[in-house]
């Protein structure tokens, strides 16, 4: 692209103080900057100031979860279908680690976050480590999905190598890249991270089957052969990956997804629950709960919309290939995103201060015919790690893993 084809891009949509210091660029970073504005879909702009449609919902109705009593009653059936699956290598798993990790305000990825207390236990290395529980059980290794972002891929990739993937079959371990998105203050401006750069950030954990389509790793897993994809955050650090009881009992449900859900700690808990909308499987903001639905009792008398996801789901690949690649909703999300101001310092704010976009993996839930939600016990398998102190923080963390029996 020209500079002239660049300036009347971004002066079609008003943006055009993304060339005010391109006369002062080295060659190299002209080039980069006018292949950034080529390659860069700024559509999502729009979005800044229009009603949002996503507040536009359906017709609620309960999706009924696979119960702890149901699970332990039926768990030797489940775990050794499960074990079965994993052995003939038709279960992958996807960690989705291209988050920027903004509340936790680490300045290094998450994944490399040490939360151990007298030896070193890093966030990848929690993650590794139940993994492997499963890879020991199985007797087969699992092929690990890693997505990263521009921001963090190289630094992940390093700290995997400098810890000999702590332990896991390096040849089974593929790193690829998410897509990213620009970033812009409320008033819908784009940022500038550098003169020569727009500010971008990832585009949310909902790209993560057409980004690994991109990298061309679906080839992987039509060669291996795989038929699941348990996909889960980097930042809980109890989970279970794939879980052969969970495996096993999504498999024989035979639903497209399935989904670890863990029970609501009260009627009124701020949390999103998984159900049905218009029929299909989705998330109902608590807020979004009429009080109606929030009385709503079971036979057993528990509240019917009960059951909050942990981001740890199941896909069945054939229907991946049928919905993963379309193009999904974008959902504007306040963050603090650091910029260059007119006199070209750099800023990192300390509170939110404009808009990313990302897309999120519960509408890919929604785009699939069937859902089987699976409860786990919350204080066992969910101990998320968003902030530095608090609700879902590092100390919180730190208190269930001790809990469990995880030395730190
Ligand atoms: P979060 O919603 O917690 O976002 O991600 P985050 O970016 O990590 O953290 P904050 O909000 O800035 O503090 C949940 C999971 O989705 C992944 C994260 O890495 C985490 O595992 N994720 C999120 C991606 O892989 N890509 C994204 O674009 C966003």
Known sequence: MTITEATEKMKAIGQEHVLKYFDELDEASKEALLTQIEETDFSVLDLIGKADTHSVRGSFSPLVAMQLAEIEKNREKYTDEGIKIIKEGKVAALLLAGGMGTRLGSDTPKGMYDIGETKHVYIFQRIIENLLDVVKLADTWITLFIMTSEKNHEATVSFFEEKDYFGYKK????????????????????????????????????????????????????????????????????????????????????????????????????????????????????????DDMRDEKDATGDPVYNYGVILNYLFHVPELNAVGTTSMLNHLVEKKIPYIDE?????????????????????MIHKLGSCLPFEVIREKEFAPIKNATGVDSVDTARELCKKNGIEL
């Open 171 to 290: 040849d089974k371990v593929r790193f690829f890249k998410q897509e990213m998105a620009p970033a812009c203050d409320y008033t819908g401006k784009l940022f500038m991270e550098t003169k020569s750069h727009i500010s971008t950030s990832p585009n949310g954990n909902a790209g993560w089957y057409s980004s690994l389509v991109r990298a061309g790793l679906d080839k992987v897993i039509e060669k291996e052969g795989v038929e699941w994809i348990n996909i889960f955050a980097v930042d809980n650090v109890l989970q279970r990956i794939c879980d052969p009881c969970f495996v096993g009992a999504t498999a024989l449900a035979e639903v497209s997804v399935g989904a670890k859900v863990v029970k609501k700690a009260a009627p009124d808990e701020k949390v999103g629950v998984i159900c049905l909308e218009d029929g299909r499987p989705s998330i109902v903001e608590y807020y979004e709960l009429s």
């Open 343 to 363: 006199s070209g310092n750099v800023v990192k704010p300390d509170e939110p201060n404009g808009y990313k976009f990302e897309q999120l993996v519960i509408d």
